[in-house]
Each structure stands twice: as structure tokens, then as C-alpha cells.
């Protein structure tokens, strides 16, 4: 198993470009997560999904849009970057225990630099 | 929503020492996990506790939900040891919130 992947590693965008950020699981998981890491931080969650064609916000959302067509994607975008969006990604994914998410496993992470 | 603290936040261990971690959060939770973010910055997960007890070699976590803290214990450290350690909690029908890390170094 793969576990979570995602694409690309790095990316450097100039302000106002437009890009999408893929993870993969394979685990068969119902919830999957976007967040965000600044320096020194913790993670910020920035969507996430609680299973196929649903998505919901989390603390972070404003400019950026997400999308899970299929159970083991889930896509982030960025209509108009920004330099404030410059930031290491996660994506984790999740099963559901019944009375919701139980351990969350991440992904290596996507460092994007917005000039 | 649910506030997190953890203690402390900077950590200087010689190789070999024993050290406690702290979490503490402000709300009943369902869901918390302590992770080791390496200097590669890779997240790893280390426990899934809600509450109880639990043991990894020489790792090892309790979570009191009833008094809202969660401890991670390190013993006998070694330098790979070295990184950022994170809890992360989910109160009941919210996100789930990650602390703001302590940062341990382990010295040779």
C-alpha cells in the first residue's frame, strides 16, 4: 500500500496563477483533509470531506475550492494565488470508527511558494 | 470551538533521558492523536488515545478526558528522536485542531 499520496512535492506559482493539489489514498478511507503548515505552526485545517461528492469547510477556507469525485481523490485548488497562501500542504486521510473520523494518516506534503 | 496547549514548547534532552510531553485542551473530545513531525517534516503517527492508556516501545501516552490533558511520554531518547510533537483533538461534531507542537532536541 501506498498509503497517501500527493502531487506535486513543490511548486512555485506567481501571484494570481491558478493551480490544483491531488491526494491519493489507498486505504479505502471515508474522510480525507486539507490543511495547511506556516512556519513554526501547527496544522490548520482547510477542507475536508466526509465521503465521495461531499465537502465541508474546515478553520481555513477562503481561496481555496476542493473537490472529491472519486473515494480515493480529493483535490485541492487555487483560483488566484496569492503570497499569503505560500505554505506546506497535508492532506490526511481517515475511516470512520462509526462515531466519526478515528487516526488520521498524512501524506509527505506539497511545499508551495507563491512570488 | 476548542482550544489546545501543549508544554513545553521548547525541549533540550541528552541522549538517554526521559522526557514528558503535555497536552491540555478546553472541551470534551472523542478523538486525539499525538504525532512526530521529523526535521524532513514528515507527519507520523504515534497514538490514537481518546482516553486511557496506551504503550509503543519506548513510547508511551494517557489521556484523563475527564480533566482534559493528554501526556506523551519519551524514554531512553535517542536523536532520531528529535522533531516536533503535535496532539490533535476533535471535540464532538467539530474539526479536528492541532497544538501549537513542542519542539524537542535530543543531543548526542
Known amino acids: 500500500n501506498a498509503g497517501v499520496t500527493q502531487t506535486p512535492k513543490f511548486r512555485v506559482l506567481k501571484t494570481g496563477q491558478s493551480m490544483t493539489l491531488l491526494c491519493a489514498q489507498d486505504?479505502?478511507?471515508?474522510?480525507m483533509y486539507w490543511y495547511r503548515q506556516d512556519p513554526g505552526m501547527g496544522l490548520r485545517l482547510i477542507h475536508y470531506?466526509?465521503?465521495?461528492?461531499?465537502?465541508a469547510k474546515g478553520e481555513v477556507p477562503d481561496g481555496y475550492n476542493v473537490s472529491r469525485l472519486k473515494k480515493q481523490n480529493f483535490l485541492l485548488g487555487l483560483e488566484s494565488a496569492a503570497p499569503s497562501q505560500t505554505s506546506v500542504y497535508f492532506c490526511?486521510?481517515?475511516?470512520?470508527?462509526?462515531?466519526?473520523?478515528?487516526?488520521?494518516?498524512f501524506g509527505p506534503g506539497t511545499r508551495l511558494t507563491v512570488l | 470551538g476548542i482550544q489546545v496547549e501543549q508544554s513545553p514548547p521548547d525541549l533540550i534532552l541528552q541522549e538517554g533521558a526521559n522526557s514528558t510531553l503535555r497536552c491540555n485542551f478546553s472541551?470534551?473530545?472523542?478523538?486525539l492523536q499525538w504525532f512526530h513531525q521529523n526535521p524532513w517534516g514528515q507527519l507520523i503517527n504515534l497514538f490514537y488515545?481518546?482516553?486511557g492508556t496506551k504503550q509503543n516501545g519506548r513510547l508511551s501516552a494517557t489521556t484523563v478526558a475527564t480533566e482534559r490533558y493528554s501526556l506523551l511520554y519519551i524514554s531512553s531518547s535517542q536523536t532520531t528522536d528529535s522533531g516536533v510533537y503535535f496532539c490533535?483533538?476533535?471535540?464532538?461534531?467539530?474539526?479536528?485542531?492541532f497544538g501549537p507542537g513542542t519542539r524537542l532536541s535530543v543531543l548526542p
Open positions: 490533535a483533538v476533535r471535540a464532538y461534531g467539530q474539526n479536528f485542531v
Open positions: 490526511a486521510s481517515s475511516y470512520s470508527s462509526g462515531s466519526g473520523p478515528d487516526t488520521q494518516y
Open positions: 488515545i481518546p482516553s
Open positions: 472541551d470534551s473530545v472523542n478523538n
Open positions: 470531506s466526509v465521503g465521495e461528492g461531499t465537502t
Open positions: 486505504m479505502n478511507h471515508e474522510y
